[in-house]
């Protein structure tokens, strides 16, 4: 890896009077910059890997939170109380394909930035 090397020779000037500073930067040299794309590449190909897995997580949970939100409503009609606990797990299910869904949607935003 390079390594950055920046040289700053930086004089200063103050008058104490008008209390005025004045800088000025005599030389301003970077060195030899490390591969910034290299790493700029891997991060973006790291974060659209997790965008990847998020969202289509998030889609599978959101559909198969659905099909049990479906057989909750068939028990719901056959006045089985079994309703009640795939009831309660298509909504655990749903909500948790949201939630990764929305999860999906800030990782994109972050890779357009």
Not at 48 to 60: A, D, F, I
Not at 62 to 80: H, Q, R, T
């Amino acid at each position: 890896m390079k390594k950055l090397v920046i040289h700053l020779p930086i004089s200063f000037q103050i008058d104490r009077d008008n209390f005025f500073i004045n800088i000025n930067f005599d030389e301003f040299c970077l060195g030899d910059l490390f591969d910034s794309s290299k790493y700029l590449t891997q991060k973006f190909t790291q974060m659209k890997k997790q965008w990847w897995l998020y969202s289509v997580g998030g889609l599978l949970l959101l559909g198969f939170g659905l099909s049990l939100l479906g057989e909750a409503i068939l028990y719901k009609f056959k006045n089985d109380f079994n309703w009640f606990y795939w009831g309660t797990a298509a909504l655990i299910v749903f909500n948790s394909g949201i939630a990764l869904v929305g999860e999906a949607i800030v990782i994109k935003g972050r890779m357009v930035k």
